[in-house]
C-alpha cells in the first residue's frame, strides 16, 4: 500500500514539475552564464577597464530583463528566442572588442 502511494507520489511530481517550471530557454542562459564569466574574467585579467565592465554588465542585464518580461505570459516563442539570441550574439560581438580594445585597466 505504502509502495503505491510513493509510486502515485513520484509519478505526480514527475509530470507537474515542467508545469510549475515555467518557460525554459537553456540555450539563452548558458549563454548568458558565459557572456557574464567572460566580462568576469576580462576584468580581472585587465583586458576590461572597470567602466567597460559596467557598461558591459548593464548590457547583460537589460537582456536578462527583457527576457523575464518575454517569460511573462507563460511561454518563450521561437521569435522571441531567436530575438534574444540576436541580443546576445550583439553583446558577444561587445564583449570581444572591449577586450581586445588599448584599453587597460
Do not use: C, W
Not at 548558458?30 to 564569466?37: A, G, I, N, S
Amino acid at each position: 500500500m505504502i509502495g503505491r502511494v510513493v509510486v502515485a507520489v513520484i509519478l505526480i511530481m514527475t509530470f507537474a514539475a515542467p508545469v510549475f517550471a515555467g518557460p525554459k530557454s537553456p540555450g539563452v542562459d548558458r549563454r548568458e552564464h558565459k557572456q557574464k564569466q567572460r566580462i568576469k574574467q576580462g576584468i580581472k585579467s585587465g583586458a576590461l577597464t572597470k567602466e567597460e565592465g559596467r557598461a558591459l554588465t548593464a548590457e547583460q542585464k537589460a537582456i536578462r530583463a527583457k527576457e523575464r518580461e518575454m517569460k511573462s505570459d507563460g511561454s518563450l516563442t521561437r521569435e522571441e528566442r531567436k530575438e534574444l539570441h540576436q541580443d546576445l550574439n550583439e553583446a558577444s560581438k561587445n564583449i570581444a572588442e572591449q577586450k581586445h580594445d588599448a584599453e587597460t585597466r
